[in-house]
């Protein structure tokens, strides 16, 4: 029995990714249970490496469906591509979930950038992000990583597994042009404006310079109420309904 065998049986039972370290240690305490030869008993993460390279070349040379390639949490079998067509077949129901420019865009931007706060992606993006963020979370491709240490702890996004799994890489360095792109300036969000005296409203001001002198500070508790202002667009009035990025770039464009 050799490694390469064992290593194949192991990578094609597991129903999860297998690293190299967990093959190994299950090669040596099974090799000394069954007091198996010296050679399997040493088994090391080296062995197991160059065995799984020893497996895909001999995949390559009779032609197999399949290849042992490693993810981000350890290795698996995977069918090639050129068979998806006929294994896609054996799941009509699944169909292939497709995500939206703007989803990409977000999407790049976070694997890019992370950890990344939602205000960040915004000011690069310059439109809202709500929805597309709440659909990249449903998919499983970005989790919250954390709290940002800024004003009003906002959450971080980074991310996830699944996004690894997708994308068929290990890790975030394995996407094209990784480091320059991390260096690349992006704008920033605008930081809120620290709140002044000059900054009250007229009669909080007044108020508080009066109350300041020692005077009285009178309340008039029967006045009226200040109608809200309607604002208009080209004589039409704007109803006031909340109006995401994207509708809003759509609404913009109409007018040009």
């Keep these: 029995m050799t490694l390469n065998k064992i290593v194949e049986a192991l990578i094609f039972a597991s129903l ?65 591509a050129e068979f998806g067509s006929y294994v896609r077949e054996l799941y009509p129901g699944q169909k292939v979930a497709r995500l939206s420019p703007p989803a990409l865009e977000t999407l790049a931007i976070i694997a890019y950038r992370q950890p990344i706060t939602r205000a960040a992606i915004e000011a690069v993006r310059g439109v809202n ?19 940002a240490d800024l004003p009003g702890r906002p959450l971080l996004y980074e991310t996830s597994g699944a996004f690894l799994e997708h994308f068929g890489i290990k890790g975030v360095d394995e996407l094209p042009n990784a480091v320059e792109l991390r260096q690349v300036p992006l704008p920033q969000p605008e930081e809120p404006a620290e709140v ?5 409203p007229l009669g909080e001001a007044d108020d508080a310079q009066t109350a300041g002198e020692g005077d009285p500070v009178s309340t008039d508790e029967t006045a009226p109420a200040e109608e809200p202002v309607e604002e208009e667009a080209d004589g039409e009035e704007v109803a006031g309904e909340e109006v995401d990025g994207e509708s809003l770039r759509g609404r913009a464009k109409g007018f040009m």
Excluded at 25 to 54: D, G, P, Y
Aim: without cysteine.
């Design 16 to 80: 999860d990714p297998l690293s190299t370290k967990a093959i190994a240690k299950i090669v040596r305490r099974i090799a000394a249970r069954e007091e198996a030869s010296e050679e399997l008993q040493a088994t090391k993460k080296k062995h197991v490496e160059a065995a799984l390279l020893e497996l895909n070349e001999e995949y390559e040379r009779n032609g197999s469906p399949f290849l042992a390639e490693e993810r981000s949490t350890g290795w698996k079998l995977y069918t090639r």
């Design 196 to 200: 002044t005296e000059e900054q009250l």
């Design 129 to 147: 992000v709500d929805g597309v963020m709440q659909t990249l979370v449903d998919r499983g491709l970005i989790s919250i990583s954390g709290r």
